[in-house]
């Protein structure tokens, strides 16, 4: 783990996005138990209103959730899930949220709410583990950037830090460089629908040896 978190912290740092808890790496929970120690054993200053605000939600949420068990409804208010969708940043709890609705539909179809077996469990946790290996990797040619592997890397595959391969492309295509932005959002867009309607279908589909 401590090489790995020196990579991406000192990567990040010289990419300019401001390392651990910066622009791409904002760890929130990390942020979030930091302040709490700070201001219980250290030299900052708890908002205990806002601790008692949120005592008082949590409070609420479970009284909502024995009534929603009570009564036998399948829509169930758990306290964990609020409070993580509460301190996570927005562009981490869409994702979330878009996951969720695809579980949904994959279980009002199965008719059954028991993840395990599910071919699409096993794809999502492909996808988080690539994804993070990528970061990885990415942390590591920033973190090399000023030796001679880095040198040779920007010399002869591309340079990360200016440019990427989608304005490569739309560039070699002629598009203006003003429209490269909204061109690779919609793409984006695109793509994370696609990811989710294959999740979709893949966890219909009944792994082999599972009756």
Known sequence: MAPVLTILHEGSLKRGTGGIGGEELAAPQAALFASLVNGFFGDGELPRNMVFWGIGIGI???????????????FRLYVMPVAVGIYLRFELSTPIFLGGIVRFFVDWRKGRSDAKGDSGVLLTSGIIAGESLIGVVMGLYFYTASSQ??????????ELKEYSWGNFILAAWGIPTEQHETILQIVSLFSMFRVG??????SLRPRKGNK
């Open 149 to 158: 592997f880095g040198k040779w890397m920007k010399h002869n595959l591309f």
């Open 197 to 202: 309607a294959i999740i979709y279908f893949v």
């Open 60 to 74: 609420l949420l479970l009284a909502v959730d024995q009534i929603l068990h009570r009564v036998g409804c399948r």
